[in-house]
């Protein structure tokens, strides 16, 4: 799945190209699943630039066929998932950043983790989030979102979580406590923490970071991976990438395989149905990851 132009969805499009193959420190793998994420239509629109064509998809969960010099935790046949280099939307794929997937992850499942794991689990950890602490996560229904409310869970803090109404039951079933976004939000967080929250995550970029910043009392303990306009003028940290936090992709897999993580898979598409999954994810209203298969 490939697109030569910025646009719309509908420049996305299916095209032959050459396998690749891994180089040192790579492995290569025949995909099952890849997932779709907002940095994708950021891309594909034009919004973040890029030199075209360019094959979309960070996320990717596949079967290890080649493996490259100096790979020796892996071997072909083993089942993984991580990021792709040079894309994830295609039969096959290299990865340098993986994790092995557990056995009764589905594919799907798997497909769904890598970006919106890792953007978590980095956040969290620049945030110094730890046992007894209270996070507030606006925007929690999203991947990024569900992630960051179990993965906090996990490390003993307690949650409240943002989102909408029809999202509250969800996310008490994972531990977190629910209530609305919007106007009178630092209101509803106060009646849940009157002591006000030590850390807080926004995923949402709705104007939110005022409010964020009121509730924990520094913009120091504030992090948005959203807001690019207001972020730099409040004096909050903008996570966008750098040092990717791998050790998170391993630590989901721990969890799942405890019963203690999950990542609901919203819809499924076939690759020549990608431009509806990039639709439906620009629509902002998607709980969990849309995923995409050959």
């Known amino acids: 799945m490939r697109f030569d132009a910025f646009g719309g969805p509908e420049v996305l499009h299916v095209?032959?190209?050459?396998?690749?193959?891994?180089?040192?420190?790579?492995?290569?793998?025949?995909?099952?699943?890849?997932?779709?994420?907002?940095?994708?239509?950021?891309?594909?629109?034009?919004?973040?630039?890029?030199?075209?064509?360019?094959?979309?998809?960070?996320?990717?969960?596949?079967?290890?066929?080649?493996?490259?010099?100096?790979?020796?935790?892996?071997?072909?046949?083993?089942?993984?998932?991580?990021?792709?280099?040079?894309?994830?939307?295609?039969?096959?794929?290299?990865?340098?950043?993986?994790?092995?997937?557990?056995?009764?992850?589905?594919?799907?499942?798997?497909?769904?983790?890598?970006?919106?794991?890792?953007?978590?689990?980095?956040?969290?950890?620049?945030?110094?989030?730890?046992?007894?602490?209270?996070?507030?996560?606006?925007?929690?229904?999203?991947?990024?979102?569900?992630?960051?409310?179990?993965?906090?869970?996990?490390?003993?803090?307690?949650?409240?979580?943002?989102?909408?109404?029809?999202?509250?039951?969800?996310?008490?079933?994972?531990?977190?406590?629910?209530?609305?976004?919007?106007?009178?939000?630092?209101e509803r967080v106060r009646a849940l923490a009157p002591d006000g929250v030590d850390r807080a995550l926004d995923t949402a970029g709705r104007g939110a970071l005022p409010d964020l910043i009121e509730l924990t009392g520094t913009p120091d303990h504030v992090i948005t991976i959203a807001d690019f306009q207001a972020a730099p003028g409040l004096g909050v940290r903008l996570s966008t990438g750098g040092d990717r936090a791998v050790h998170g992709l391993r630590d989901a897999a721990q969890l799942f395989e405890a019963g203690r993580f999950s990542m609901p898979v919203a819809a499924t598409f076939p690759f020549d149905q990608a431009a509806e999954a990039h639709r439906l994810s620009e629509s902002g209203h998607v709980r969990g990851k849309l995923v995409l298969t050959p």
């Open 15 to 186: 095209v032959d190209v050459e396998e690749p193959h891994p180089g040192p420190g790579q492995i290569r793998v025949a995909v099952r699943a890849a997932s779709v994420n907002p940095i994708d239509w950021k891309v594909r629109s034009g919004m973040l630039g890029g030199e075209l064509p360019i094959v979309p998809g960070a996320d990717v969960a596949g079967v290890v066929d080649e493996v490259g010099e100096g790979v020796e935790d892996v071997i072909p046949g083993d089942e993984v998932f991580g990021f792709a280099v040079g894309g994830g939307a295609a039969e096959h794929t290299l990865l340098e950043d993986y994790a092995h997937k557990p056995a009764g992850m589905t594919w799907e499942e798997a497909g769904a983790l890598p970006v919106a794991v890792e953007t978590a689990t980095r956040v969290l950890d620049a945030l110094g989030v730890r046992d007894g602490d209270t996070v507030l996560i606006n925007g929690a229904a999203g991947g990024v979102g569900l992630a960051a409310v179990q993965l906090a869970r996990a490390r003993g803090a307690r949650v409240i979580a943002t989102a909408s109404e029809g999202n509250h039951a969800f996310l008490r079933e994972l531990g977190a406590e629910p209530t609305t976004y919007g106007e009178g939000m630092v």
